[in-house]
């Protein structure tokens, strides 16, 4: 049966699903990069503790994830394969999200309590951001085919999803130090459902998927564990998120104890990045026009990781600031072509085997990424293990190099892996797709 869409299709807005982008992002942003700040910093929670909670969850997010995106591919209902997952599960996320955030009295300063309470909580906002990321990524090349299609829908979610962190990280120390963290996340929690849901609705899926053959979850494991493209991207995937993970959680121990300057400060530093993200997937959305999506791809990977050698040596912000400005470009970069090259995966596996599981493949590259908690881990327990970072009343002797080595060294090596294995991914008639791609743009002009 072809895969294209039929005439019944109602046709789905790229602005419509790109901005269920920017309500996924928001909370699950301020969750992942102001977790460490907020319960070790604030908290006063070990940071091996910390780390701890870290490694548990990694092992639970390779389990939810595939289980996650299997039982989607087989859900079969009139509103659709994905929507009843996203519908339900937003709210869920949000409480979540909220509860978090919003340690309640009893926990007190018990320092036990307060880690299975944090471990529970991130545990249960965790899981249920995968069920949102494995259901909302597995929309995307199942309602948009052509690669014009998707390289524009794509460049509005990762706009919305840039804007997102524009607020939800970049703001969020300032907007944390007027409201405190309990009102901010209540505040983001009531724009994500919002937006998250104006998405969904809006989102019209391919009924006649309805009647295609249900994925069997062996033999789909089977399939993705012999497809050498799926490990590739997997691999590089894993060590981007590791890297950008470490980033947005390392920014304000950095800021705080290597510059020595406050939260503004923080927000200033990854205000610049994100703004230079967004000036650069503008331009990179006109290059990637002249070379392939795989080309821009491994630039924005070398690109981010040549970055962190010059940022292991800035003492000021004044020169910080062009060095973060550098490796926002490269993260414009990965931000614009990683989700096509992941629906290139996702088209090789229904070619090869006439199967519809991108919820299945979703997820599991979802895994890969996800994986970036193991290594996220280590650099948090090696960071307090090597310099005596214990938490934000004992920081050790020498917490700037602590806060150097998690924003720099770590993300460095994990970025210097990826760009490695980003060579040895390659489509079939990909050098022949290049070129016909650039006959056609030279024709058009």
């Not at 007027?178 to 459902?193: C, E, M, N, Q, R």
């Not at 937006?195 to 033999?219: A, D, Q, S, W």
């Not at 926002?328 to 006439?354: N, P």
């Not at 990826?418 to 002009?445: D, G, I, P, Y």
Request: proline content about 4%; aromatic content about 12%.
């Amino acid at each position: 049966m072809s895969n294209s869409p039929t005439t019944l299709q109602k046709r789905t807005s790229p602005f419509r699903y790109g901005i269920g982008m920017f309500g996924t992002s928001i909370p699950i942003n301020m969750f992942k990069s102001f977790a460490a700040i907020f319960y070790v910093d604030m908290l006063g929670l070990d940071m091996k503790k910390y780390s701890l909670v870290l490694f548990i969850y990694t092992f639970v997010d390779a389990i939810d994830n595939p289980v996650y995106g299997f039982l989607s591919d087989r859900t079969r209902t009139k509103w659709g394969r994905r929507r009843p997952w996203l519908i339900i599960g937003t709210p869920l996320l949000i409480l979540g999200f909220l509860l978090f955030f919003n340690v309640p009295a009893f926990i007190g300063a018990e320092k036990s309590r307060l880690f299975i309470y944090m471990l529970l909580m991130y545990i249960m906002t965790g899981t249920l951001d995968s069920l949102i990321n494995a259901n909302y990524g597995a929309l995307f090349p199942e309602i948009f085919k052509t690669d014009e299609q998707r390289a524009k829908t794509n460049a509005i979610r990762q706009i919305c999803q840039l804007l997102a962190m524009v607020i939800s990280i970049a703001l969020t120390p300032m907007i944390t130090d007027k409201l405190g963290y309990s009102l901010t996340s209540i505040i983001y929690g009531v724009i994500a459902l919002a937006v998250i849901l104006f998405c969904v609705t809006g989102c019209h899926e391919n009924m006649e998927y309805e009647k295609l053959e249900k994925p069997n979850l062996i033999r789909s494991i089977i399939d993705l564990v012999k497809n050498g493209k799926f490990w590739l991207f997997g691999i590089v995937g894993a060590c981007y998120s590791a890297a950008f993970a470490l980033i947005s959680q390392a920014i304000p121990f950095y800021v705080k104890y290597t510059l020595g300057l406050d939260g503004g400060a923080t927000t200033l530093l990854l205000g610049v990045v994100f703004a230079a993200a967004v000036v650069a997937l503008v331009v990179w959305s006109f290059v990637i026009k002249k070379i392939s999506v795989l080309t821009a791809w491994r630039i924005g990977l070398v690109t981010m990781a040549v970055g962190f050698v010059p940022l292991y040596f800035a003492s000021s912000m004044k020169t910080a600031i062009p060095i973060v400005c550098i490796m926002g470009v490269g993260v414009a970069a990965c931000l614009l072509t990683m989700d096509c090259i992941g629906a290139k995966i996702m088209d090789d596996d229904y070619a090869r085997h006439g199967i519809k599981r991108e919820g299945t493949i979703s997820s599991l590259i979802g895994v890969m990424n996800r994986l970036n908690g193991l290594y996220t881990s280590l650099a948090f327990y090696l960071a307090s293990e090597f310099f005596g970072f214990v938490n934000g009343d004992n920081p050790g002797d020498n917490p700037a190099a602590a806060a150097k080595t998690l924003l720099c060294v770590f993300p460095a090596v994990a970025m210097v892996l990826a760009s490695v294995f980003s060579f040895f991914l390659h489509f079939r008639n990909e050098k022949k797709a290049e070129n016909a791609e650039k006959a056609e743009v030279s024709v058009n002009e």
